[in-house]
């Protein structure tokens, strides 16, 4: 998982990399359990998700939300320096473009973003009693 960001936010570069991952994971399961599709086995290793095809999910899931200017695009540089489009999502968005995940990626993805989702909790919980403890200190 590499080191852990406290956010409430991931980019669609961000999920991207998580979905890829957990493809390849999956792959290599049903590559172990003998349950690779036709398709599958003809290809002879797992579907890249490209994050073009990322962006037009995100699109379509999402279309309101970005026409009302609630959702709004991004932009990072790529290694050569190109200015290239991309989303942040909250977590809750992040899950909602899952769905069209298979339940194996869907499963590992939400774990992780519940994760991210804990680590938030913890940090406000730990700050709220630091606070307190500094309360009772000025008292």
């Given at each position: ?7 409430k ?10 979905v ?6 999956e792959y290599?399961?049903?590559l ?7 398709a ?7 579907t890249?998700l ?7 999910i ?13 959702i ?17 999502l909250?977590l809750?968005?992040a899950?909602?473009v899952?769905?069209r ?14 994760v991210?989702?804990?680590a938030?909790?913890d ?17």
């Amino acid at each position: 998982m590499g080191e852990l960001k406290l956010k409430k936010q991931i980019t669609s570069l961000e999920l991207l990399d998580q979905v890829n991952l957990f493809r390849k994971e999956e792959y290599k399961e049903k590559l172990k359990d003998g349950t690779l599709t036709k398709a599958e086995k003809k290809k002879g290793k797992f579907t890249e998700l490209l994050h073009k095809s990322l962006l037009d999910i995100i699109r379509d899931e999402f279309s309101e939300e970005i026409t009302e200017q609630k959702i709004l695009p991004s932009t990072y540089k790529d290694t050569t320096g190109r200015k290239l489009p991309m989303f942040i999502l909250t977590l809750n968005q992040a899950k909602q473009v899952l769905l069209r995940e298979s339940k194996y990626v869907r499963r590992a993805i939400i774990a992780y973003i519940e994760v991210l989702e804990q680590a938030i909790i913890d940090k406000a919980k730990s700050e709220w009693l630091l606070t307190r403890q500094q309360g009772k200190l000025v008292r």
